[in-house]
Nanobody
Framework: EVQLVQSGGGLVQPGGSLRLSCEYS????????IAWFRQAPGKEREGISF????????KYADSVRGRFIISNSVSKQAAYLQMNRLRAEDTARYYC??????????????????WGQGAQVTVSS
């Protein structure tokens, strides 16, 4: 069974940085897509970045492009989200997600079968 376990998150001041980790296990196939989503209070879950081993490409939502960096270590079986220049509007619960099949829409919540437990990120002075 595929499992995703997240770590990281916490409280950071505006302009600061945080790194989220997502360790995965129980993979069925060699190739997969890993994504990061976030959900702020009262808002829908938003896909913010994904990376695929099928083509090595990564993509970002406009809201985080240029500030966040997604990466994946096949050897460590872990994905990361480096978040820089954080803003108050980045405050949300962050989730990693994984799917084994080539995705048509990497930002769609329905694409992914497996999810991490979430990690709270609060940006506040």
């Amino acid at each position: 069974e595929v499992q995703l376990v997240q770590s990281g998150g916490g409280l950071v001041q505006p302009g600061g940085s945080l790194r989220l980790s997502c360790e995965y296990s129980g993979l069925i196939y060699e190739d997969y897509t890993i994504a990061w989503f976030r959900q702020a209070p009262g808002k829908e879950r938003e896909g913010i970045s994904f990376i695929s081993t099928y083509d090595g490409m990564s993509k970002y939502a406009d809201s985080v492009r240029g500030r966040f960096i997604i990466s994946n270590s096949v050897s460590k079986q872990a994905a990361y989200l480096q978040m820089n220049r954080l803003r108050a509007e980045d405050t949300a619960r962050y989730y990693c997600a994984l799917d084994h099949y080539p995705v048509l829409d990497g930002f769609a919540e329905s694409t992914y079968d497996y999810w991490g437990q979430g990690a709270q990120v609060t940006v506040s002075s």
